[in-house]
Every structure is written in structure tokens, then in C-alpha cells.
């Protein structure tokens, strides 16, 4: 629903199809559609009331944070056509493996314990048709519905017009940059030969619109080949910028 939202450009108070007309779109049985309508509506991002068709609320869209976006620096900033190859989509446990320690940190740093899954959203990025960039996010699943993964193509959508979508808006982003060699994977991936990327850890921090409630959202890990990335650290209430 978050997607037919989005794609149809819908504002507040435009008109959503019925349950039963979203289970024929959705080729599916009722009962999970109307359980995301109702999930929906707990969020206070559409109203749904006996004998009348469901709306849009007013955070339907929410932000446009285009300062945190791969996607808007590739397009808008660079001029570069982005393309996304899903390399991984689902709800899983760290990785126990003592060589993985970046999924031992995402656990900690999104709060979960330690068995508990998180999701794993894990994409390769490319400019103009080349392999520029890995990049693997972790996301909490308490701050999201359980049809989060369906609910949005990942291959197409910015992650964090995915989180807009979601109630949230980002305020803090700390990211690590450091180079080093690309592991065997990562060779393959990228197309490319024994030479250095830039590899970095980022921890977003995000404000639940609704509530005003400040969650750890997203813990990512990237490695990039021939880019130049931008970041900006924080959002200044008030000031409206973000300082690189």
C-alpha cells in the first residue's frame, strides 16, 4: 500500500481502493491485506472508517531527506543513471561467525539481543550500467510492520523514501570511512581488480513523526569503488541545512 501511495502520488484526503479491491491488485487473499490496512492506521498514515472509503493522512509523503541519499547524489548531484541488483532481502540472525564483526556491531547498535533477527536489506549499486558500490543495511524490525519487505521494491526505492514512508525522518547520520583492500566477494561484485576501496560504517538515527520519538534506525556498511561520497551529519532544527 505504502508503494501504490507512492507511485500514485496520493495526498491527504485523496481516496485508497477498497480491501477487496487491493486483493484483486495484489492477486492475494483478504485477510493479510485488510491486516496492513489496520497496521496502517494504528501508524496514523491513512484513516479507515465503517461504510467509507479509507484516505491518506497528512504524512503521506513525508520528507524528502535528499541530503542522505545514494540515489539523489548519483542522479541529481552526479548525473549518473542508478540501477540496484537485490543481493540479499530478508529477515535474519547475525551472522555468528567471529570474522563478521559489522553484524555484531549492527545487533548492538540497533539495540536487538542476540537472538534476535534483524532485516537485511543488501544491494549492489551502478552508475550508468558499472558496479560502483555494495551497499548492506540493518534495520531493527520492531520500528517496522512485519510486510515491510513486501511492501516496497527495493530495487527501485530510495531506503530512505522508504523510511519517509515508514514515519520516520532522518536526524543524525555517523559514518566511518576508511580504505582497504576488497574482500573476494567484493572482487567479483564490483568487476574490478587488487586495488583500494573505501569502505564505510554508518549509524542513522530517526525521529518517529508521529510520536517524536528518536529510535536507532539503520546501521549500513558499504565499500565503494571510484566515488566521492558526501555526508551530511546532522539535521538543525530550526536552521533548516546540514552541515558536511
Known amino acids: 500500500m505504502l508503494r501504490y501511495i507512492a507511485e500514485n502520488n496520493l495526498r491527504e484526503g485523496d481516496k485508497l481502493p477498497s480491501d477487496r479491491q487491493l486483493t484483486a491488485m495484489a492477486n492475494c487473499s483478504l485477510q493479510p491485506v485488510t491486516r496492513a490496512m489496520q497496521e496502517l492506521a494504528r501508524k496514523g498514515l491513512i484513516r479507515r472508517r465503517a ?24 542522479t541529481h548531484t552526479y548525473g549518473q543513471k542508478l540501477d540496484n541488483r537485490i543481493l540479499e532481502l530478508r529477515l535474519r540472525l547475525p551472522n555468528s561467525r567471529e570474522a563478521n564483526r559489522q553484524e555484531q556491531r549492527a545487533r548492538q547498535f540497533l539495540g536487538l539481543g542476540k537472538d534476535e533477527p534483524f532485516y537485511v536489506i543488501a544491494r549492489l549499486r551502478m552508475l550508468d550500467g558499472e558496479p560502483r558500490a555494495i551497499h548492506i543495511s540493518y534495520a531493527n524490525p520492531r520500528h517496522f510492520p512485519e510486510s515491510f519487505l513486501t511492501d516496497h521494491d527495493f530495487e527501485r526505492e530510495s531506503l530512505i523514501r522508504v523510511f519517509n514512508l515508514n514515519g520516520y525522518r532522518i536526524e543524525a547520520r555517523k559514518t566511518i570511512l576508511r580504505a582497504r583492500f576488497p574482500m573476494e566477494e567484493e572482487l567479483a561484485l564490483l568487476g574490478i581488480g587488487f586495488v583500494p576501496v573505501l569502505e564505510a560504517e554508518q549509524e542513522i538515527e530517526a525521529c518517529r513523526v508521529k510520536t517524536g520519538e528518536v529510535v536507532r534506525l539503520e546501521f549500513m ?3 565503494y569503488v571510484n566515488w566521492e561520497y558526501h555526508i551530511a551529519s546532522r539535521r538543525h532544527p530550526g536552521k533548516g541545512e546540514n552541515h558536511e
Open 51 to 74: 461504510g467509507a472509503a479509507s484516505t491518506v493522512l497528512s504524512q503521506q509523503p513525508l520528507i524528502d531527506d535528499h541530503e542522505f541519499s545514494f540515489r539523489h547524489s548519483a
Open 221 to 223: 556498511r558499504a565499500c
